[in-house]
């Protein structure tokens, strides 16, 4: 507390500066960045949506054990706002497919990338009982908050985005969307106030470990990497 019944900026707040640079790599990519200014590519941002409709597939049994934890480990009043996050991604699943549509894709042939790969064993890893609820929140709210201000850029004023892909950005670029990243930051940023130093430095490795993932995830669907 800061005493002064004012805001007091969190620990996950505390970390953007020195971690300032990688944050900017996650999320003013060359591939976000060029949906921005008009120049993307199909190729890639066809491979981004049959890669990341996997992802998301993963994404739920990892939100799945975020949830477990919440149950388990806190005192359930942050159960309502994962539970609702879960069952957004039902919808997102339903546009993944309605958008693979439009774009040609066939989500049924498409095969996961290394990056991608990678990214869904880090995901799955949080399966593990061990690991605290205060750690697997905040690499929920961080995973969020990067696609959040990726595509919020996108929308914002000056943007040259192909209107094709306006629906793509409004999903995560919206402010309904920030609001949610928003409350998943007060709860990984009161469970870190709780937590032991220990798990404390572990959320904060998840957390660079999150925008590495990240920066590899728009690489692989850039590049094919
Ligand atoms: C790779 C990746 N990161 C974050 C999100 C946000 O849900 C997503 N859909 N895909």
Known sequence: MDGGGGVEAGTTAAWMAPHRGMYERATRHPFTVSIRDGTVDPAAFRRWLGQDYMFVKEFVAFLASVLLKCCRQSDGSDMEIIL???????????????EAEKWSVNLAEVSPLKSNTEYCRFLQSFSEPEISYAVAIT????????YQDSFAFCIEEGNKTPPELLGTCQRWGSPEFKQYCQSLQRIADRCLADAPADAVKSAEEAFLRVLELEIGFWDMSSSQS
């Open 84 to 98: 609702g996050g879960l069952a957004s991604l039902s919808d997102e699943l339903s546009w993944f497919k309605k």
């Open 139 to 146: 690499t929920f709210w961080i995973i969020e908050t990067v």
